[in-house]
């Protein structure tokens, strides 16, 4: 590629499994300076701005998905110091649901304070979170695996959740509910046709992720609709593992991605 990119990749306590060098060498092939720097709020450093970015976290926090987080409501002192332990990994983000536009807002204003060199043209900055966030789109929040912009966030809790499980588990698992009996069994049965929490296959699947916010930096275009491109908008588990896993990018995309550097 011949335009000069360089990518700084941040963790907020994402899934154990993710490995950034994973990602890292994936964006390598395709000539993309990737560079980690770690953790993100220990990058951010300034207590000030930690308890700030705390602070509009847990008032970004969604309590009802089918009402839009507009206005932020008023702060809490308890919450925000949930936050900050949360931001220390005292105290573990899962359970918790993000408005995830709220967030990107916020880490955006820390990112382009801490460094402002590195904000525009030429420069990605991309967090691999575990926090679940999601979008108001269509009466109600969803959750999501990647929001592609400044920075670019990717949630290993997203790529658990927002994926939809095949049809038949939630028939058989509204079933079992309804009758009373356990539903850890079908967790079981249906173990490899989704991905877990800790799965071993979650960073090169979020590599595909993470090509797609460069992508979308490039070229200004989200998805690919190619079914086969690792670039594609996968709403079922079936389709994560078949494409951001199993596949590559199409002969399309990688030459928007040529035509843009």
């Not at 509009?56 to 308890?78: C, G, W, Y």
């Not at 949360?86 to 649901?97: A, P």
């Not at 679940?132 to 999501?144: E, I, K, N, V």
């Not at 698992?173 to 046709?193: F, N, P, T």
């Amino acid at each position: 590629m011949g335009r000069s990119l360089t990518v700084f990749i941040y963790t907020d306590f994402p899934s154990e499994s993710l490995d950034i060098d994973v990602i890292t060498e994936r964006l390598d092939r395709f000539g993309i300076s990737a560079k980690s720097r770690g953790d993100l709020f220990e990058f951010l450093g300034n207590s000030d701005i930690r308890f700030h970015i705390a602070d509009i976290l847990a008032r970004s926090r969604i309590t009802d998905i089918e009402n839009p987080l507009d206005v932020l409501p008023a702060d809490n002192e308890a919450q925000a110091d949930s936050e900050l332990r949360k931001m220390s990994g005292l105290e573990s983000v899962r359970g918790e649901f993000y408005d995830g536009l709220w967030m990107q807002r916020i880490l955006h204003g820390a990112l382009s304070g801490r460094n402002p060199g590195e904000t525009g043209r030429g420069y990605i900055h991309m967090i691999f979170t575990g926090r679940l966030f999601g979008t108001y789109d269509g009466r109600r929040y969803h959750a999501r695996v990647i929001l592609a912009g400044s920075p670019a966030l990717i949630s290993t809790s997203g790529l658990v959740e927002a994926p939809a499980k095949p049809r038949e588990y939630y028939f058989i698992k509204g079933g079992l509910v309804r009758s009373g009996q356990d539903v850890s069994e079908l967790d079981i049965m249906y173990k490899g046709r989704y991905v877990e929490y800790d799965d071993p296959k979650i960073s090169p699947i979020l590599s595909s992720y993470a090509l797609q916010a460069v992508y979308y930096e490039l070229t200004g275009g989200e998805f690919c609709g190619d079914t086969g491109c690792c670039l594609y908008n996968s709403h079922w588990q079936v389709e994560v593992l078949k494409v951001q896993y199993e596949g590559g990018i199409c002969e399309k995309c990688l030459e928007a991605l040529r035509e843009a550097g």
